[in-house]
């Protein structure tokens, strides 16, 4: 009898897909999907971050990769709910692969697959030591050569790194350095994490010392060890710094603290980097396969260049550089950038006692944190959606389920109902001279974090200094140079200043290689981030998922991590996962790996 | 209609008693249970930990309480399910007084309640700052004089003991006084916790270095941060000792390390204690309201006196004293006692190549750990618990719902199986001359733990080494005294030694005020830990709760906490309400606070 719920429908489906997988009939499996349907695949069929686009596409790839990565199983969660509105029935599947197993999210409208994510969440026979697997700790019986477990992390810490190589050095120890090597610690990935400061958290510690996350703490739990119950809504930056600390030692990384990469070499022939290291101030030559760059998805600090830098007096900053206000009390100081650093900076000079003056050079976006966490976030990444059931991780899948090409229409409709429910705060800023946009296609904060990591401002609080003209605001008008005393706008007008900070931002990451591993590899692998969306500072042709990120690049060896402490928690799983595979030596044959567009 | 289903009539018997409560109706509250009911009581009711037995102590303690408590509701928890089986229904209920709101678990056979347990959980008006009440972290908006988080904590921390005094002063910063520390810190009671170790966890890292925990993972989280999935079963050492450190950092504990209290003296007409304390190397004096001893329930090492130690040549050690294996390769080393700490000493110093005779003096229960996990604790505490939705807040409440009158009928079933399951292991023990009991009512481990402390070893693999001979026995013979080279046993046997391990357990915590405050105060508490129940080392009589532990004492402002992790976790909650009701000004009737029958 035919099951006519939308579960029914839903089941007779996926089974139907099940079917086409396994008979690795590409053709089929194309065909279940609408026209203009989507495949979005993490690591599970594409050994890739891949999310192909309508039926050529989704056949192209399936294809190619059916036959390597023989698909075993693919249903619907018994366990879940199936939900059904507007037209569109939607649910979780799990599904298995020769070597894996995985987490997928189906959305079926007119009877066919309109969107199907599909992950790789373990692998078999590597699966990680949790819940029934943990490790037993003691070591029950009786053995005379039975080193404890503080002698095995001595002994491992003492040759990792000189007798023994690591499999994978990261290069960067912040959130994304240090969550992706806490999921390789699981995975038993010989794994070296280092970074110049002398403590992890320092990444933290040492930014100005009124940041806070922007985000709020549903949405940043690490791995493992979530957040507990207390834990502010929006942590302070040295709180963070030492649950980072905390995590790091009892995730039982192998952090080397106090350490800078110094060259990076890749022998073509070993299939190894030689990477030169200085270890509180000794050197070490590491020999690595695999070299993660996780020194922050913001790449190198922007300075823009400006006649007069050399003579002007007073100090000259990044914003990464910037202390805080405490050495500024009575200071002019000139902020340079309407950004999220600049609008913080401002703020907390202001309340400092300094004379502040921001100038804008172009628009920004702006949005209040209560909105944003009421109209955006919320129904994901709140203590309602846990109340609801939306544990992290199934808002991470969730949220990776939406196919880039479309996000952008889940957004706009929460963008426009903010515009209505901040219209007097918005007018207000206008008035200021403040110049405003909602991005390019008026989709708001996440597409423009995604296709540039810029151009926004999350307000909590700064922009009512603006308002109220307690912090100056000049907007729309050139920098011509600096003076001996100040900044010298393009219509002649001089801007006192003892101190000018530029907030102006961050390059691509390929900019670390290029100082590390050499310019030749830098350009081969190409820009880091952004989607293609031929927007500002995100060029087409459009890429269909983050350049670069958490997935094989154009240099055999060498993959970047970052991003803020959703992406680096979730996508730091597939990324441990495509390392822990060529670690064991299980084919990953990769679909759709190309040259890059763009340089930087 | 009347509703018959287990459900219906216990929401018909909650009802009833519900009415009686507000009603303030001693008499008809004491007619809902049976003739033998009890109804156990942690700080809801009572402003005690109490168990009352028996219809007349319950009248006598509702006509006491109920008009100073004030009930407002008490009703079946619609979110749990009600079970039934062999005549008892059973099910969760919620509660809420004039001052507080708590949580608690009933059973009722033949139409009355056969035990219940109320407990309380939060105080209005000063709920814990968790989920929807958790801090904001970030403070939006403007403010010239803002402190950083950081700044506020050095600011606290330079003040608090100093400028400002804490309200409670906690001794010992093990996992008692670290689980305390922290409710204290989220109820925001100024608390200082300390220390004589250099870090905390070091009163574990300073342990013998096979140590692992002796209780599963499910039994020992701390409250507020579980442990992660990954971590394992029986935790080593220093692992431990690695998380009580981030934790204490994590959660905000303003802990003195390197911290010993000289001296206590409490001053009754303020009612304040005056207590001086070398915080590295310099005297601090403390004026702490409320002073908790979480020095360890163990209490202070029992060193037994034998003719002959001064005249003895090698070392002799307390258990707790003891280093591990290390330092006695090819030595003679006899360890007196065959509780856990002799075994797992004699087990690492065999495993470390010393010659090692463990010397038994009276009979000990042993049980494997396998057969513990399985047939005792698996039901509340294990994964497959986990996954039947009993959380570890859950199984602690329903563990607190057995009155320890009758706890031992549990109990002994359990072991009965164990006894045949592990025969051919208790056989051979016996064979080699092992003097084995099952406690004096044949209850088993947690019963002898309840009652005394000590009595018992969990066998994590020793037992085979005494089995097979190379851990040498000699048991059932009294001590003489010790020669210049060795322990002489009554029978005139010598038993050359390099090193005696006295592994001889510990006196009562009562012991440490003797030390700190004055004899007579010890005295005036008395007796801590054991229930009264007239059998080895607990004398009667009963007594129905442990005595001293997390409740008032005889002494005004004198408490003590301690126990296992399970414990301490639990009852630090009651423990630190009791302390913030006091803080805040709640009158708090204590119900049945007699003197005590034993002083140590």
Known sequence: MLDTTPRGALAALVADFESALVAQDASTVSELFLETGFWRDLAAFTWNLKTCEGRDQIAAMAAAQLPQIVPKT?????????????????????????????????????????????????????????????????????????????????????????????????????????????????????????????????????????????????YDHLPYIPFPDNWPVFAPKDKVGDWLEMYTKVMELNYWSSTEAKSATYDEAKGEWRVVVMREGQEVVLRPRQLVFATGMSGKANVPRFEGQDIFRGEQQHSSQHPGPDAYRGKKVVVIGANNSAHDICAALWEGGADVT??????????????????????????????????????????????????????????????????????????????????ADESGLFMKYLRRGSGYYIDVGACDLVIDGSIKLVSGKGIARLSETGVVLADGTELPADLVVYATGYGSMNGWVADLVSPEVADKVGKCWGLGSATPKDPGPWEGEQRNMWKPTMQEGLWFHGGNLHQSRHYSRYLSLQLKARYEGIATPVWGLDAPHHLN
Chains 1, 2 share one sequence.
């Open 74 to 218: 693919f249903a619907l969660d018994p366990g879940e709910e199936v939900g059904h509105a507007d037209g569109v029935t939607e649910g979780w599947v799990t599904l298995e692969t020769a070597t894996g197993r995985g987490v997928g999210y189906i959305r079926m409208k007119e009877g066919r697959i309109w969107t199907l994510l599909t992950t790789l969440h373990e692998l078999k026979g590597h699966e990680e030591p949790r819940k029934l697997k943990r490790p037993m700790g003691a070591e029950h019986g009786h053995d005379p050569n039975r080193q404890s477990w503080t002698e095995k992390r001595i002994s491992e810490a003492e040759s990792l790194g000189y007798t023994e190589q690591p499999y994978v050095l990261v290069i960067g120890g912040g959130q994304g350095g240090i969550a992706l090597g806490a999921r390789l610690r699981q995975l038993s990935v010989p794994t070296i994490v280092i970074d110049k400061h002398p403590r992890p958290g320092d990444q933290w510690r040492n930014r100005y010392k009124s940041l806070c996350l922007h985000d709020p703490v549903w």
């Open 358 to 439: 921001m100038v804008q050079r172009s628009s920004t976006h702006i949005v209040k944190s209560d909105s944003l966490m009421e109209v955006c976030l919320g129904g994901l990444y709140s203590e309602q959606a846990v109340a609801n059931g939306i544990s992290h991780d199934k808002a991470d899948m969730i949220f990776a389920s939406i196919p880039y090409r479309i996000m952008h229409e889940w957004h706009v409709p929460q963008y426009d109902e903010i515009k209505v429910r901040d219209a007097a705060f918005y007018k207000a800023l206008e008035d200021r001279g403040f110049l405003l946009d909602f991005g």
